[in-house]
């Protein structure tokens, strides 16, 4: 089976040009300058940019708030239709179990019957015991070269103290897996918590008031050391405090292998959303909180310049009505994250390319072919060449659109974007050469994504192989 995409502007993190694709058994085979029809299957991208399939290293299609449960891979059409087709989902560590066995489980029974995008896992420490350490150096073999420590969220059995960190970065560091943490202080965080609520503040607002920029930036400080401490490279995911992505810029700069992503509602959104009356504030509590728009504003500087590597949705699907409503009088019992994982190519084309923040160029990076190097899986993902998966997005950037919950295939009640004005569209998205969005709308089989492996020693490596 062949398709031949023609005329569309394909763009890489180097360049753009005008041309054709020949896409042969799932691969890319040819690209090149009016290439010969050898196939009845023609697709006019005239007027269109065609992009690498986006790779969303940073959702949660299983994550746990107290009681609450997101919505899981059922929902990944929405990735699809959003230009993503590869999602990198972290997983729970079950009690008891490793983090093999635990992403295992979790692919047989939740993913590979239902996931209609491609994907890959990160772990995540439950259980900080003698066995979890000395499994890590085994996660390569399995394609899992990424474990993900929350310091954040004190009191929660996902929570990680300092000794799990350093010993998590001390035994990643010879066979290549990459150490990922959620850096917020937890115990400030739990102190300005119970301030607040003793003092009747319950809003959602205080959830940001509760967890200001200094408790990431001394936690993101704080892990930069641990990692030097061990020697080991270290990723910082979801950075949303100017302050933050400087340590992290300046870490890097001065030899350690520190890297960060930030993610589009840190772009976009800001505190005011937190302050929305009749409890619409709930929408937006995820943590890192959002920041003023200096913050954002400094986000997009760094982005540009690279001093973060990627961008991801953090997707994080809650209902408001229901889950968000368990913190109705208690900000802290509010499920921490939001959905947006059909919004990521969207809105950074409207806020970010439209506005001349970023290039088109650094758009695919960010979107794609960075997230590809830093999850090992850059061998097949990520770029328009030769040899590689046909993931291929075309986008029509001639039209305006109204986001809105109503066209959301995310399964959640509300879209923290409701009513922004989009400029173009994801039109088509193949997925291994098979069409599986068309017109917008999701048109692929419901298990057909595949599990990628990722591979050891991914970006965060690159100064020291
Ligand atoms: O609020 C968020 N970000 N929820 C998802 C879990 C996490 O902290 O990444
Ligand atoms: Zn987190
Ligand atoms: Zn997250």
Known sequence: ?????????????????????????????????????????????????????????????????????????????AAAIGGTT?????????????????????????????????????????????????????LPKEGIPTLKLFMAYKGFPYHCDDEAVFRALKASKDSGVTIMVHAE???????LQKECLKKGLTDPYYHAVSRPPLVEVEATQRAINLARLADAPLYVVHVSAKEAMEAIRDANISGSSIYGETCTHYLILDTDNLAKPNFEGAKYVCSPALRSIEHRESLWKGVKKGWLNAISSDHCGFDWKVQKNMGKDDFTS????????????????TFGVETGKISRQKLVDLFSTAPAKINGIDYVKGHIGIGYDADIVIYNPNTKNIISVENSL????????????????????????????????????????????????????????
């Open 334 to 349: 509010i499920p921490n994250g939001a959905p947006g994982l059909q919004n990521r190519l969207g809105i950074l084309w």
């Open 1 to 77: 089976m062949a398709t031949l995409i023609k005329n569309g502007i394909i763009v890489s993190t180097a360049d753009e040009f005008k041309g054709d694709i020949l896409i042969e058994n799932g691969k890319i085979t040819t690209i090149g300058i009016n290439l010969e029809n050898h196939t009845d299957d023609i697709v006019n991208a005239s007027g269109m940019y065609v992009l690498p399939g986006g790779i969303d290293q940073h959702t949660h299609f299983s994550f746990t708030y107290k009681n609450a449960k997101v919505r899981g891979f059922e929902t990944s059409n």
């Open 410 to 465: 995310q399964g959640v009640d509300y879209s923290p974007y409701e009513g922004m004005t989009q400029i173009g569209n994801v039109e088509k998205v193949f997925l291994r050469g098979e069409l599986i969005v068309d017109a917008g709308k999701y048109i692929g089989k419901v298990g057909d994504g595949k599990f990628v492996k990722g591979k050891p020693f991914g970006l965060c490596y690159e100064d020291i192989k």
């Open 185 to 191: 202080n937890a115990d400030v965080i739990d102190v």
């Open 86 to 138: 590869t999602v990198i989902d972290f997983v729970n560590q079950k009690p008891g179990k490793g983090i093999v066995e635990s992403v295992k489980e979790y692919d047989k029974n939740e993913v590979s019957n239902v996931a209609m995008v491609d994907y890959s896992f990160h772990g995540i420490v439950f259980e900080a015991t003698n066995e979890i350490f000395e499994e890590i150096p085994t």
